[in-house]
Antibody, heavy 118, light 107 residues
Framework: EVQLVESGGGLVQPGGSLRLSCAAS????????MYWVRQAPGKGLVWVSR????????RYADSVKGRFTISRDNAKNTLYLQMNSLRAEDTSVYYC???????????WGQGTIVTVSS | DIQMTQSPSSLSASVGDRVTITCQAS??????LNWYQQKPGKAPELLIY???NLETGVPSRFSGSGSGTDFSFAISSLQPEDIATYYC?????????FGQGTRLEIK
């Protein structure tokens, strides 16, 4: 079964750090561009970051640039998001997703909740 | 950034009705437009990619059309399981942006 499973979310104080992981299975992880998308409570979808198949061509949304770092380990079939200097406005469900052959985000994880609060 | 303006923001319709949602981009996005369905507490699901292509396994009552800056999404005969929020998304240029969503309810 093609699957993405996120982990690493939780409650963190403002200014703190978290590392999210996304484990891929059922497909050749190294063949796909990967993305992080987030959704604040009751709000819409917001693109966060992307990374090319080989770990290059990394881009970030302006709102997280300089604070978040995306990476991947193709040997472990895992995508990461290191989040530093967290703010209340980073509170969201974070989804990992892949770009399918047709260009849309065709596989999504179940999401992991990040809450930034004192 | 490319702004995606989706309308309506909410919609109430009866089972069997035809439902249409529109999405307008602030500039030409070369048909790099996708549509997603999101049910409460769940991850989004891809329905339509590249404006008009039905994702594998998606029922044929869903369709997409349009080009340039103006796009539409339709459900030909609304079913109870179609209750969800629908989003358009452009990937012509970064940052990737989504419409604000259309919440679909059963009348």
């Amino acid at each position: 079964e093609v699957q993405l499973v996120e982990s690493g979310g939780g409650l963190v104080q403002p200014g703190g750090s978290l590392r999210l992981s996304c484990a891929a299975s059922g497909f050749t992880f190294s063949s796909y561009w990967m993305y992080w998308v987030r959704q604040a409570p009751g709000k819409g979808l917001v693109w966060v970051s992307r990374i090319k198949r080989d770990g290059t061509n990394i881009r970030y949304a302006d709102s997280v640039k300089g604070r978040f770092t995306i990476s991947r380990d193709n040997a472990k079939n895992t995508l990461y998001l290191q989040m530093n200097s967290l703010r209340a406005e980073d509170t969201s469900v974070y989804y990992c997703t892949r770009s399918g052959d047709g260009g849309g985000f065709d596989i999504w994880g179940q999401g992991t909740i990040v809450t930034v609060s004192s | 950034d490319i702004q995606m303006t989706q309308s309506p923001s909410s919609l109430s319709a009866s089972v069997g009705d035809r439902v249409t949602i529109t999405c307008q981009a602030s500039q030409d996005i070369n048909n790099y437009l996708n549509w997603y369905q999101q049910k409460p507490g769940k991850a989004p699901e891809l329905l339509i990619y590249d404006a008009s292509n039905l994702e594998t396994g998606v029922p044929s009552r869903f369709s997409g059309s349009g080009s340039g800056t103006d796009f539409s999404f339709a459900i030909s005969s609304l079913q109870p399981e179609d209750i969800a929020t629908y989003y358009c998304q452009q990937y012509d240029s970064l940052p990737i942006t989504f419409g604000q969503g259309t919440r679909l309810e059963i009348k």
